[in-house]
């Protein structure tokens, strides 16, 4: 057990076993099983060195979520095949995302051919019970069944939310998936609510989870519905599922990483650290990779022209901010001497900001650098360029998005009780 102490076996079900951990009550022990299961158990067989698979997948898939801001239960890999996780008393309902319509969506919802797209992602919840296969219930059926997790009842705010982290947690993986030519045609995730009442994606995410295609051909498919689709299941069947699966692990090493994203604040004063260091915060949380220099295209031009020819150079991915007070020469001559993107941020302090802006919004035609206000924005603008080829740094801009949402919306119901 890799050195952690096992209290009780709080729930076993299909392929996993879940253990009280005894030094922490907040904390579970998830142990894998060599087991792989379809049709609601029906069919079940047992895979040696699944569980090892499994938990390799699982753990890469969390790291991601976790690292970029989505708020779930996974902590920490504990061995081979098993992971420490949150607590959770478990909303016992699969929620599923499908980009493109295939399987059980294509035989309940006839005339809509096999790859039909969905966009924005079709969201479908089912009510956890193998011996109903698992019926699809609407949001209605959900919230009045009220059900109670740790104390907490789940309403519409709560499937809101819930809802919500679902299509973002699919988006994520989706772009992750998609810088190996992979399509993430459909997935299903499980919610828990932890002691301290927060919802948190539990469970797993793993070969399981969900249907992927590389380069978008369905003959191609990595994931269980290989082992569905088998009428009888040899052991060269088992091997050929297994290392498909052993596959996408392997694969989540490249979706776990991405090229650094940098991000260049350049200054024209000293006088100017503090606006550029609140750049720097902003730029950091946001997953770049930030770098403060000093120049000034007035006073120093051949040393700021040297400077750019050092990131020029690099073969790095580059956003420059040129941080320049009064008349901001600095973006301009950036701009017109570079292909980098280049975002003006003057600092905000100067007596005569609404005069001296116009320095950087007028510039000389051919050029293309951009003007923001706030050192969060241009962080934000940096950040949103990186996006288009940084499925990282975009995972973090979405469940930014996300966490707004959740927050003004428990804000809310906080205030509308209040008084
Ligand atoms: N962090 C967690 N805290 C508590 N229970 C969990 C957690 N993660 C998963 N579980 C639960 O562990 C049980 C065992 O998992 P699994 O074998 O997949 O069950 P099932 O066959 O019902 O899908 C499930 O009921 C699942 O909801
Ligand atoms: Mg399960």
Request: neutral net charge; proline residues 3%.
């Amino acid at each position: 057990m890799d050195g952690y102490k096992l209290g009780e076996l709080l729930i076993e079900g299909k392929t996993k076993k879940v253990y009280q951990l005894l030094d922490n009550s907040d904390l579970c022990y998830v142990e894998n099983k060599d087991r792989i299961t379809a049709g609601d158990g029906a069919k079940a067989h047992d895979l040696e060195g699944k569980a090892a698979i499994s938990n390799s997948t699982n753990a890469k898939v969390f790291q991601l979520l976790n690292e970029v801001g989505i708020k779930t239960a996974f902590v920490k890999v504990a061995g081979e095949t098993a992971f420490i996780a949150r607590k959770c008393e478990m909303v016992p309902i699969e929620w599923v995302t499908r980009r493109l319509a295939t399987g059980s969506y294509i035989i309940r919802n006839q005339g809509v051919p096999e790859g039909y797209r969905f966009n924005p992602p079709l969201m479908e919840t089912f009510y956890k019970d193998d011996a109903n296969h698992d019926p699809q219930w609407c949001e209605a059926q959900i919230i009045s069944t009220a059900f109670k997790c740790n104390d907490m009842k789940i309403d519409k705010q709560e499937y809101d939310i819930m809802l919500r982290t679902t299509v973002a947690v699919f988006e994520i993986l989706e772009r992750a998936w998609l810088t190996r030519d992979c399509t993430l045609v459909d997935m299903k995730i499980e919610f828990g609510i932890d002691e301290n009442q927060d919802i948190l994606v539990a469970d797993v995410i793993d070969s399981d989870s969900w249907r992927l295609w590389p380069n978008n051909d369905k003959r191609l498919m990595k994931d269980k519905q290989v082992y569905r689709n088998l009428k009888t299941v040899e052991q060269s069947d088992l091997d050929i599922v297994k290392r498909n699966f052993k596959w996408v692990a392997d694969q989540m090493d490249f979706l776990v990483s991405s090229p650094s994203a940098h991000v260049i604040i350049l200054m024209g004063s000293p006088s100017d650290t503090s606006h550029s260091e609140s750049i720097i915060n902003h730029a950091q949380a946001l997953g770049l990779k930030a770098q403060l220099r000093v120049c000034s295209a007035h006073k120093s031009t051949e040393e700021t022209l040297r400077i750019l020819s050092e990131y020029e150079g690099n073969g790095e991915k580059v956003v420059l901010i040129a941080v320049a007070g009064r008349s901001n020469g600095l973006g301009p001559v950036l701009s017109g001497n570079s292909a980098f993107p280049v975002i003006n941020c003057p600092p905000g302090k100067t007596v005569d900001l609404v005069q001296d802006i116009w320095s950087s919004l007028k510039i000389p035609s051919g050029l293309g650098c951009t003007t923001v206000l706030y050192s969060e924005s241009a962080a934000f603008a940096a950040a949103q360029i990186h996006a288009l080829h940084n499925h990282l740094i975009w995972a973090r801009l979405r469940s930014k998005q996300l966490n707004n949402f959740i927050t003004l919306k428990l804000t809310d119901t906080k205030l509308k009780y209040k008084y």
